[in-house]
């Protein structure tokens, strides 16, 4: 956690508010701070544990195609020892998928596991059937899309929702990203001139490139209109 900003930080966020920062203010800023750190380590984190997408497909057909090996066929008009039999080699087939699907990366784990609560309306640990494997796996298989060509512009609706709802707890009510000579004291609109202190706060600590202002003009009244709509 960020527990303190230095003098000239504060300034610097200070200089576009319309008041100057209370104890209060100053709390809700560095609270907003460290819940972003939180959920960007949390983050990394589960990226670092996701399969790619073609290394995953090709150990989901895998599975599946191991799990239906262990199907069982159940006996028709089954006498007692064939049904006890039957019992047996369920035992033994549901021993065999569990233990492949222990060996599983964590992301096939996940989509499995999600698959077969869908499917089943029972948690994963109730020890599924075979069957239940090969169908939770051809399902999420069937729901893998298709890699997307080109570059991928990353949604940031996350980061911005929280900063206007932390400019709105500020009680500042202008969000205009456009710089009005005429009211601005400063070179930049006030909502641009704090997001781009603020970010160059949190990458002081994470590490991170700061925006250039030209993205967080652009930024500001795009995700703005999202916000609104939420």
């Known amino acids: 956690m960020k527990e303190e900003l230095t003098s000239q ?3 610097n966020l200070e200089a576009y508010l ?3 920062l209370d104890d209060d203010s100053k709390m809700s800023i560095l ?3 460290t819940i972003t750190d939180t959920l960007r380590v949390l983050a990394a984190r589960e990226s670092a544990l996701k399969t790619p997408q073609p290394k995953l497909k090709k150990e989901l057909i895998q599975f599946k195609d191991f799990a239906k090996k262990w199907i069982i066929t159940p006996y028709k008009n089954a006498t007692i020892e064939e049904k006890a039999e039957e019992e047996d080699l369920l035992i033994h087939a549901r021993a065999f998928v569990k233990r492949q699907y222990n060996s599983l990366s964590y992301t096939a784990k996940s989509e499995i ?5 869908h499917l089943t309306g029972f948690e994963p640990d ?6 239940d494997y090969y169908y939770a796996a051809l399902r999420v298989l069937d729901g893998i899309k298709p890699p997307v060509l080109g570059r991928r512009s990353k949604d940031k609706s ?8 932390l400019w709105e707890l500020l009680g500042e009510t202008n969000l205009s990203a456009t710089y009005n000579p005429t009211q601005d004291t400063n070179p930049e609109s006030p909502l641009v001139g704090f997001v781009y202190n603020l970010f160059k706060i ?15 003009r652009q930024d500001i009244p795009k995700y703005l209109r ?5």
């Open 18 to 20: 319309s008041k100057p």
């Open 226 to 230: 999202k916000y609104k709509q939420s």
């Open 31 to 33: 609270t907003f701070i």
């Open 126 to 131: 109730k020890y599924p059937s075979p069957k």
């Open 113 to 117: 596991d999600s698959s077969i609560k």
């Open 202 to 216: 949190l990458n002081t600590f994470t590490k991170g490139s700061t925006p250039a202002l030209n993205t967080i």
């Open 9 to 11: 930080e504060w300034q």
């Open 158 to 165: 996350a980061i911005y929702n929280s900063i206007f709802t």
